[in-house]
């Protein structure tokens, strides 16, 4: 079936830098995206939203960029800092209310201080 | 902060047992679901439930069975663990109107001897 995937499974940044995390999808029905963010042990919690008429969202240290074209996601967080060390899972659903959550494969980010 | 809650949080058990992995959510959210993740793999949608009397099955075929008699309770049952179920189950809400926010519990990592 279709799916969401990541492109890099473990991203290792200094602490300070500007991380980007990278996502493709393949379903060209989806017309809304999410970012989750997983600390270890923990359930997934949602960072950042787009829906398929916008670009570009921003967030407190966070960025989403949407290229329907290429059907590409990214995430941007500025100033990383060690507290941003997780998996991040993209997440695609078509904008209806009877639509489901389709999950990527997770990017594990290291910050080192 | 998210109310939603999973017991138990950790369970081992033996092949053949029955168990009920609980699941209750304090925020009046209609939509709730029963996700299950390996480790560091992506979270794959097992059951979906759009509200009181209504279950549906996900993406990935299970074993598994829920119900959901109150808005707020959605349990998950193996009738007969096997050694295949040893995962982690993760429970989600979330609120009508918004597909992509979904609120997890902290999961319950199941093992089968």
């Known amino acids: 079936g279709e799916s969401v995937g990541l492109h890099l499974p473990t991203l290792s940044v200094q602490e300070g830098d500007n991380s980007i995390i990278n996502c493709a999808y393949s379903?060209?029905?989806?017309?809304?995206f999410i970012w989750y963010k997983q600390e270890s042990g923990k359930g997934p919690q949602f960072i950042i939203d787009?829906?398929?008429?916008?670009d570009k969202r921003q967030g407190q240290r966070v960025t989403v960029l949407l290229n329907k074209t290429v059907k590409h996601l990214s995430l941007q967080i500025a100033a990383t800092q060690p507290g941003d060390s997780a998996v991040y899972f993209c997440?695609?659903?078509?904008?209806?209310?009877?639509?489901?959550?389709?999950f990527g494969k997770g990017t594990m980010l290291l910050v080192s201080p | 902060e998210a109310d939603i809650y999973q017991t138990p949080r950790y369970l081992v058990i033996g092949t053949g047992k029955k168990i009920t992995l609980e699941c209750s959510q304090t925020?009046?959210?209609?939509?709730m679901y029963w996700y299950q993740q390996d480790p560091g793999m992506e979270l794959h949608l097992i059951h979906y439930?759009?509200?009181?009397?209504?279950?549906e099955k996900g993406d990935l075929s299970s074993e598994s069975t829920v119900s959901r008699i109150r808005t707020e309770h959605f349990p998950l049952t193996l009738e007969s663990a096997r050694p295949s179920h040893t995962s982690q189950y993760l429970c989600?809400?979330?609120?009508?109107?918004?597909?992509?926010?979904?609120?997890f519990g902290e999961g319950s990592r199941l093992t089968v001897l």
């Open positions: 997440a695609e659903t078509s904008n209806s209310g009877y639509s489901t959550l389709t």
């Open positions: 787009i829906r398929s008429n916008m």
């Open positions: 925020m009046g959210h209609d939509k």
């Open positions: 379903n060209s029905a989806s017309d809304y």
């Open positions: 989600a809400s979330s609120p009508t109107g918004r597909t992509g926010e979904l609120f």
């Open positions: 439930s759009y509200g009181v009397n209504s279950t």
